[in-house]
């Protein structure tokens, strides 16, 4: 076993930390890490899987131009000279970078030191604008500055905790264990879960607020209303350390007078929002934890400054057990703020249109070409490119093409752009498709670097894979770019140099008067930067410790050093339903995927709960619409339609469908969402509505449907609908088409049978009934399966799928393998319930009903379903309560 590396975590912004080893057999361990503060040894699914992702398969190795590869010294010229022209031609305004919370915080700041510091040009955004941007204005309305004031500690402190547009559970299930453990160990605390879905984290909820999608606004402001009515305003801190109340105040009286006039607008009960403002009232230490469901709407940034309000009216921020608290969505979101890549912002939480901080920011880096204005957010910077306002773009870390709302304009913009460069780990994006230049980054385990967790804890990322190919750090690629671009200050040797630079820029000419202060780390020379452990910021010079919580001193960050509240005019959704299209789309992440699957689409035993786009909508909808269990439905918006599989919940509001986010081109042909969303816009962030686009849906029947399950990469070309997962061992295919083949036996045979004299072939087929079924056997090993029929009431795959990973067959699994189902003798584990440790629906149904297993605690010392993560525990207290037997 070589050495255990240290690192972090890349997927979402709890931050946790890993120990990665390598065993004697070449396979990567990925372990949690026992002393980080972020997650004490826990790891999601996700997590979990870490180590079966990090194969070369899709792998970008060496720089491409225009489809051919090049040395780096070709690629970086070209792209250097390409932008020069642009910029002297047309102006620096005529060139973005469009960059990622994938990035480390030291790629960050070399990306937006050049191109606000030198290029001249506040045009380069981050995909945090599509997730975050809203808190970060919100932050900047209430307290001057982007500051989180709390730490995750304050869940284990609280007496409520508010958990509101977040899916805790599947989102961040690191930090809802930690919930979870809280409430163990504190009964009396209250949780109130505020979301149109009831999702799994309403399993430990003892309040679930089903609110009308976008009313958000109103309940906080009918918070506030309720809290003032009934005297609860904290006075001494409220006229020491704030201002405005009485406009916001005044405002929410008249919009919400009462818990009557709140529950009629979020369409609540009124009993559960009496409920809910009580326990607000009665509670001392509150915290209220927020993400995607506030942020990625058309108001967001007032969504969070009603929430903002609330905590302020009653002094409760910055102490322990109390304030608003986001949780951000990106490994380094948070990183991206601190650096200054929202197109918005200077490095370390200045403001480009603070004349003050630029002259601060262009004399720390020896510029006189500092941009003096804004750049252009996401959305608007794509439509820039799309009319040739802006003509050269560099897109690093991130996949626009599937991300962005009404991604089909992406798509235009990326394809008729006059260059664009593209940096990733990855080869084959919906987005490097349209690539002109493409240059080889190092991914997670290849690069060296900080990230920083939504609790502001700085932790770091360290290498621990040999670079595959010719790939290099994102800030090296930057920096011989500026070079080549005749800049000076770019001439750093490693990520070290960086941070130095980054940490004494926070603490430059910072009297106490800016948030964001890590000189404290300015002085660690290679080797303690090396070893630095996880840390909070502000770190200041004079200070060896992090900062748990800001804000319990009444000091905040704007010119007068008082919170400000802010007047909430609560606002209905961009877009409204009509006749035509009548249903309201929520997109947004599933348990076991990450964004656009780059990564997770690497590891088999994360699509085992989910293998296939699926929009799940309410029962009785679905009957309203003529739709059935499993059955294809095309959803479609005025921007596009996808088609996707159809799951019935009375879980999901009535009205409402909720359609995962991850899927594109790459594992299904008509599945990116996001092609659907409209680009309705926060006015204030500039962050979308992803949360309430107005579709129809209806059935998609085509002519025949199907799955092939193969150790082969193939695709059936009679398939207008297809949606490919990896498995253990093998691709999984699902399938349908408009028109049939004539013969299947010949599809099937010219597909997949080998011209191996040891395959074995069996078939079956009903051609007037539409129906065919085909296997092949090499070495005694199924090697690929194919079942056709009329319609998508076909065999469930889990048992043929199991048996890929086995070596040889037996013979009463030959026999059954064109019925496609076991016998009673065979094991069928059923579809992964718990990914963490694969456990199958019907292991736990067996477990149930002949081992006697009746509590999740009865389940996981057993089979150990539920006890990593534990974002399966709701799924498994569903099976318990299905099939219990009715003798118990």
Not at 677 to 683: E, R, Y
Request: with cysteine; hydrophobic share 35%.
């Amino acid at each position: 076993m070589s050495n255990t590396v240290k690192t972090t975590c890349p997927y979402c912004g709890v931050g946790c930390g890993l120990l990665v080893e390598r065993n004697n057999q070449g396979e990567w361990l990925v372990r949690g890490d026992h002393e980080h503060p972020s997650n004490y040894g826990r790891l999601c699914s996700k997590g979990t899987a870490l180590g079966e992702t990090l194969g070369h398969e899709n792998a970008l190795q060496s720089p491409i131009i225009d489809g051919q590869p090049a040395d780096w010294g070709s690629a970086l010229d070209l792209v250097a000279r390409r932008f020069r022209e642009t910029i002297d031609r047309h102006g620096p305004d005529a060139v973005a970078f469009y960059v990622s919370g994938q990035l480390l915080t030291e790629d960050y700041y070399v990306a937006n030191k050049l191109m606000k510091g030198f290029i001249g040009s506040g045009n380069i955004d981050t995909n945090s604008r599509l997730c975050m941007s809203s808190s970060v204005a919100g932050h900047k309305r209430a307290f001057g500055s982007d500051t989180v004031p709390g730490c995750y500690e304050d869940f284990e402190q609280a007496q409520l905790i508010v958990l509101t547009g977040s899916n805790t559970a599947w989102c961040h299930p690191v930090l809802y264990r930690r919930i979870v453990k809280a409430k163990e160990n504190n009964p009396a605390l209250k949780i109130v879960v505020i979301d149109p879905r009831e999702t799994a984290t309403c399993e430990i909820a003892d309040l679930h607020l089903a609110l009308k999608p976008g009313s958000d606004s109103v309940l906080f402001s009918g918070l506030l209303s309720f809290l003032s009515r009934n005297g609860s305003m904290d006075r001494t801190f409220v006229e020491a350390h704030t201002e405005g109340l009485e406009d916001a105040l005044q405002q929410a009286l008249w919009y919400v007078p009462s818990v009557n006039a709140t529950a009629e607008l979020c369409r609540l009960a009124r009993d559960d929002v009496e409920t809910f403002c009580r326990w607000f009232l009665m509670k001392k230490r509150v915290v209220t934890l927020y993400s995607q469901g506030i942020n990625q709407t058309s108001s967001g940034t007032d969504k969070v400054n009603a929430i903002i309000n609330c905590h302020l009216y009653t002094g409760r921020i910055g102490r322990p057990g109390m304030g608003p608290f986001s949780i951000t969505g990106q490994p380094n979101a948070m990183g991206g703020r601190e650096v200054g890549a929202l197109s918005n912002q200077l490095a370390c939480h200045m403001d480009i249109d603070n004349e003050p901080h630029r002259e601060l920011v262009g004399q720390f880096w020896q510029t006189q070409n500092l941009t003096s204005s804004a750049g252009l957010k996401a959305v608007d910077l794509f439509r820039a490119v799309e009319s040739g306002k802006v003509k050269a773009l560099w897109v690093m870390a991130t996949n626009p093409a599937v991300s962005l709302p009404d991604a089909q304009q992406v798509r235009r913009a990326l394809a008729q752009c006059e260059f664009l460069v593209v940096s990733d780990c990855v080869g084959k994006t919906d987005t490097t498709n349209f690539a002109d230049v493409l240059l080889p980054a190092q991914g997670w385990g290849e690069k060296d670097g900080t990230v920083s967790s939504s609790e502001r804890t700085i932790s770091r990322q360290h290498r621990f894979l040999p670079a595959q190919g010719d790939v290099r750090p994102d800030w090296w690629i930057l920096s011989q770019v500026a070079q080549r671009l005749g800049y000076s200050g770019f001439d750093y040797s490693s990520s070290h140099e960086i941070f130095k630079e980054y940490a004494c820029l926070s603490g430059y000419r910072n009297e106490g008067d800016r948030d964001f202060d890590i000189s404290g780390l300015a002085r660690l020379n290679a080797e303690e930067y090396d070893s630095l452990q996880p840390i909070q910021w502000p770190v200041p010079a004079a200070v060896k410790e992090g900062t748990k919580r800001l804000f319990a001193d009444g000091r905040f960050y704007t010119p007068n050093r008082k919170a400000r509240f802010v007047s909430v005019v609560p606002k209905t959704p961009g877009e409204a339903l009509s006749d035509a299209y009548p249903m309201v789309l929520n997109t947004g992440r599933v348990r076991d995927q990450w964004h656009t699957m780059t990564r997770t689409g690497k590891s088999a035993r994360l699509f085992g709960h989910d293998n296939e786009p699926f929009a799940e909508i309410h029962s009785s909808d679905a009957q309203s619409y003529d739709i059935e269990e499993g059955e294809l439905v095309s959803i479609s918006s005025r921007l596009g339609t996808v088609v996707v599989r159809a799951r019935l919940t009375d879980r999901q509001s009535k009205g409402e469908l909720f359609v995962p986010m991850h899927w594109n081109d790459q594992f299904a042909s008509n599945a990116t969402v996001d092609s659907l969303v409209h680009p309705v816009l926060d006015p204030i962030s500039g962050q979308p509505e992803f949360k309430h686009t107005p579709v129809a849906i209806h059935p998609y029947r085509p002519a025949w449907h199907g799955f092939l399950l193969t150790r082969e990469n193939v695709m059936l070309e009679h398939a207008t609908y297809w949606a490919r997962a990896k498995r253990e061992g093998l691709w999984h295919y699902e399938l349908a088409g408009e028109q049939a083949a004539d013969n299947w036996s010949t599809v099937a045979r010219d597909l997949l049978l080998s011209a191996s004299d040891v395959t074995q072939w069996a078939e079956m087929m009903d051609s007037a009934g539409g129906y065919y079924r085909g296997v092949s056997v090499v070495n005694d090993r199924l090697q690929s399966c194919l079942f056709i029929g009329p319609d998508h009431q076909l065999p469930k795959r889990d048992w043929l799928v199991q048996l890929f990973s086995k070596r040889q067959l037996t013979r009463e699994e030959r026999l059954r393998l064109l019925a496609g189902t076991p016998g009673n003798a065979q094991e069928d584990a059923g579809k992964t319930v718990c990914a963490c440790f694969g456990v199958g629906l019907n292991t736990l149904i067996h477990g149930i009903r002949e081992r006697g297993l009746r509590t999740t605690d009865d389940i996981g010392k057993v089979l150990r379903a539920g006890t990593n993560c534990g974002s399966c525990l709701s799924e498994i207290k569903t099976v318990i309560h299905e099939h219990m037997p009715e003798s118990v």
